[in-house]
């Protein structure tokens, strides 16, 4: 499987963008799939997981409300909508999938054997 993060640029704080991660070579909707991000001199941390029942989306606090992930199966693709941005939402951010993610895992960087490229995402205030 390949994983293709795009969508990623240049917000103004309270602005909105939408990240996409693209599989290719793998029927995808049995893959669970979540995004981290890792901001400037800092650890890479979960954001937003979906699992491939679409049974749970677990989002880290500090996005709960503002950020909403989902998924096209018949496009391959899964979503990061990203609303109400603020200026620490600046990272690069990576989608990262795996077939076989349980619950307790979702979000835990671990439990991902695909990592897609990453995709820049830069908030200004």
């Known amino acids: 499987v390949q994983l293709q993060a795009s969508g990623g640029g240049l917000a103004q704080a309270g602005g909105s963008l939408r990240l996409s991660c693209a599989a290719s070579?793998?029927?995808?909707?049995?893959?669970?799939v979540a995004w981290f991000r890792q901001a400037p001199g800092k650890e890479r941390m979960f954001v937003a997981a979906?699992?491939?029942?679409?049974?749970?989306?677990p989002y880290a606090d500090s996005v709960k409300g503002r950020f909403t992930m989902s998924r096209d199966n018949a496009k391959n693709t899964v979503y990061l909508q990203m609303n109400e941005l603020k200026p620490e939402d600046t990272a690069v951010y990576y989608c990262?999938?795996?077939?076989?993610?349980?619950?307790?895992?979702?979000?835990?960087?671990?439990?991902?054997?695909?990592w897609g490229q990453g995709t820049l995402v830069t908030v200004s205030s």
């Open positions: 990262a999938a795996d077939p076989s993610v349980i619950n307790s895992a979702l979000t835990s960087q671990t439990a991902y054997r695909t």
């Open positions: 070579g793998v029927t995808f909707r049995r893959y669970t």
């Open positions: 979906i699992k491939w029942n679409d049974n749970s989306r």
